[in-house]
C-alpha cells in the first residue's frame, strides 16, 4: 500500500491549491482517505476525511468552507481542495488510510508530504 500526495506549493494568502492523493497497489475506491497537516513546531493535525461507505466527509474547523475533499475513483484520486488560504495554513500535508471505509482514526498508511506554503 503505497500512497502518494501532491500539488502543494507556494501561493499568496486568499490563493488556492489542489492536492492529490494517489495510490499504488491497491483502489481508493473501498477505503477511506484522510488528509492531515504538519506545521514546523506543532503537532500534525486532522484536516478532512472522505469515506467510501457513503462518501461521508469531515473537516476540521478550521478547513470548514475553504477546503473541500472529494474523490475520482476513475482516477483512483482523492483531492482537498484548498481555498482562501491563509499563512497559518503553511504546512507538510499527508494523505493516509487505514484500508477501512470509514473515517476513524488511526491510519497507518502514510504518503510522503507535500509541501503548502502561504506567504506574501
Known amino acids: 500500500v503505497q500512497l502518494q500526495a501532491s500539488g502543494g506549493g507556494s501561493v499568496q494568502p486568499g490563493g488556492s491549491l489542489r492536492l492529490s492523493c494517489t495510490a499504488s497497489g491497491f483502489t481508493l475506491d473501498y477505503v477511506a482517505i484522510s488528509w492531515h497537516r504538519q506545521a514546523p513546531g506543532k503537532e500534525r493535525e486532522g484536516v478532512s476525511c472522505?469515506?467510501?461507505?457513503?462518501?461521508?466527509?469531515n473537516y476540521a474547523e478550521f478547513a470548514k468552507g475553504r477546503f473541500t475533499i472529494s474523490r475520482d475513483n476513475a482516477r483512483n484520486t482523492v483531492y482537498l481542495q484548498m481555498n482562501s488560504l491563509k499563512p497559518e495554513d503553511t504546512a507538510v500535508y499527508y494523505c493516509?488510510?487505514?484500508?477501512?471505509?470509514?473515517?476513524?482514526?488511526?491510519?497507518?498508511?502514510w504518503g510522503q508530504g507535500t509541501q503548502v506554503t502561504v506567504s506574501s
Open positions: 472522505i469515506s467510501s461507505s457513503d462518501g461521508s466527509t
Open positions: 493516509a488510510t487505514h484500508a477501512l471505509s470509514v473515517c476513524v482514526p488511526p491510519y497507518i498508511y
